[in-house]
């Protein structure tokens, strides 16, 4: 009896030493989570939710550098063979053990045609189990990038997939499976409950295999769409930290006691992107053609939008305006042709007439109002700035849930849009594979418009294998050129990271916006 008294003397010390300074922490956004499933959507918020219960073979630090993950270290074998040794004794939330069967089995899943994620694993041949701590990669030819490619294949149970029904993901919006509301990974925290919409609870996982940086307990994501209710929260307390300030807030949060502003510049651009692929635009006035596949009108958007009056009227400062499709911070930027031509309402008015659209025409816009920051409004300056030139834009401003599914595959369903991307890789091959070359049902898997140039597809599949840094470099210039002149994409800006939390909260604010719960602390 007196061991009994012991051992529950010893463990209930154990257990006050490994909760001590635990705490809670309560967060809210504008937009949900789309799903629980890490297949379904290559999208930043998704993703970054995911990666706080799932984990993937090499993640990243603070500073957003290479670090191992699942797996321990890699190497190439040969030029298009990579081996990864994993680590050992790592368990799932529901006890069993991580194998490379996973890990290969999670490859096989995201390759399947409902993945959104095929694009950043096409490079990928075949997956194979070495032994049950070891797997390796074939690709197709020698990847340049090819760790930084794995950061977003976020593993998943082999077993528990099969037991539920969910070996394959589904399309958001179109099906359901046990995957789109339920998750059990390897990572940090285990989710608890799923309100769609409203609020997702999760918990700290005590079987992770790293050393916790955080000290959390609990985690309450939930969903405020309104800007001025979700700061008032926070002003009240009720929550810890918003992610996506207004600006028109930043001032009042910044001279608050208790609060402080998170500010960091951010690697997303956002574009408005243009269909290219009907022969008539269904929103259009104009029958029988699709004027936006006239350069000339391409060019008269371009010069009509003024960038620069958006990044600093409507963004408050907080957009870097921007020539390219992806900004400092991605490999493959180039600042000499980081140069916008300014904004000209008689040369895009002209360009219009010479293009047969004297009048200008009809045309409809999709927004987001929960996505990005100031989105809709940034789409109604961009109407305004349209309406000079006879552009007469209707505008359908949505939830993003809504939003992804309409302009996204398999529907593809948009005349006009805006959208931004930040490169999982942060190299600016990912922006070209996934927004700009030909759909093919794993390249162009985000292009929207269904834009397609065989000298860039080219360009595209030459940069992917490239191993000459200089080589690469002056590839993806010319690559740059080819966009800048097409004008497939309108690039708007590069727009600046703003959360805003309580003085006692400590985290990390990487520049790809990804929100890594294990770098909380409360203090």
């Known amino acids: 009896m007196k061991n009994k008294l012991l051992a529950c003397m010893v463990l209930g010390t154990v257990l006050t030493a490994q909760t001590a300074g635990a705490a809670n922490f309560r967060w809210a956004a504008d937009g949900d989570v789309n799903a629980m499933d890490p297949a379904t959507r290559q999208e930043t918020v998704q993703l970054s939710f995911l990666a706080n219960i799932y984990e993937p073979l090499v993640r990243r630090g603070r500073d957003l550098g290479l670090e191992p993950g699942l797996a321990v270290k890699w190497e190439q074998t040969s030029p298009t063979v990579w081996r990864f040794h994993l680590r050992p004794d790592v368990k799932w939330q529901d006890g069993s053990p991580f194998t490379a069967d996973d890990v290969v089995f999670s490859l ?21 189990r070495i ?8 690709t197709h030819a020698p990847d340049p990038i090819f760790p930084q490619e794995q950061t977003n294949l976020l593993i998943m149970s082999k077993a528990w997939c099969e037991r539920n029904n969910s070996v394959e993901p589904v399309t958001i919006g ?23 919409d409203r609020r997702t609870v999760v918990e700290r996982n005590h079987g992770w295999w790293d050393t916790p940086q955080h000290n959390l307990d609990r985690v309450e994501f939930n969903v405020i769409g309104s800007a001025p209710t979700r700061v008032s929260a926070l002003l009240s307390g009720e929550v810890d930290m918003i992610y996506a300030v207004p600006p028109q807030d930043m001032a009042r949060i910044r001279q608050t006691p208790g609060l402080q502003l998170l500010q960091n510049a951010e690697l ?15 929103s259009s006035d104009v029958k029988g053609a699709n004027p936006l596949r006239d350069k000339r009108v391409r060019e008269a958007f371009n010069l009509a939008i003024d960038v620069p009056l958006i990044a600093s009227r409507v963004m408050l400062g907080l957009g870097r305006p921007t020539a390219m499709l992806w900004g400092p911070g991605v490999n493959g930027y180039d600042a000499t042709l980081d140069v916008r031509a300014k904004p000209d309402i008689a040369k895009a008015k002209q360009l219009l007439a010479d293009a047969g659209y004297p009048n200008g025409f009809k045309i409809g816009l999709d927004c987001t109002n929960d996505r990005y920051l100031m989105d809709e409004h940034i789409c109604t300056a961009a109407i305004g700035m349209l309406a000079r030139i006879g552009i007469k834009v209707e505008a359908s401003t949505q939830s993003k849930t809504r939003f992804f599914s309409k302009i996204l595959a398999p529907k593809y369903d948009t005349d006009f849009y805006l959208l931004g991307w930040t490169p999982g890789t942060y190299d600016a091959h990912n922006v070209l594979y996934t927004l700009l070359g030909t759909r093919d049902g794993k390249r162009g898997e985000v292009n929207v418009g269904g834009y397609s140039n065989p000298v860039l597809d080219g360009l595209i599949a030459s940069v992917g294998t490239e ?45 790809d916006n990804f929100f890594p719960y294990r770098f909380v602390t409360i203090k």
């Not at 390759?111 to 194979?128: G, H, I, M, T, Y």
């Not at 032994?131 to 074939?138: N, P, R, S, W």
């Not at 995957?179 to 309100?195: C, I, K, Q």
């Open 108 to 128: 096989q899943r995201i390759q399947s045609k409902n993945s959104s994620l095929r694009a950043p694993l096409s490079p990928v041949k075949e997956a194979r």
């Open 131 to 138: 032994d049950a701590l070891t797997v390796e990669f074939e």
């Open 174 to 196: 179109t099906e359901e499976n046990f995957a789109l509301r339920n998750a059990m990974g390897t990572g940090p925290f285990r989710l608890v409950s799923r309100e769609p």
């Open 268 to 282: 997303r651009t956002m574009f408005f992107g243009l269909n290219l692929s009907r022969d008539e635009l269904p």
């Open 467 to 511: 191993t000459d840094p200089i080589k690469r470099q002056a590839m993806l210039r010319e690559a740059t050129t080819i966009v800048q002149n097409d004008l497939p994409l309108l690039p708007l800006h590069q727009q600046s990271i703003v959360w805003a939390a309580k003085s006692n909260v400590s985290l990390a604010q990487p520049a």
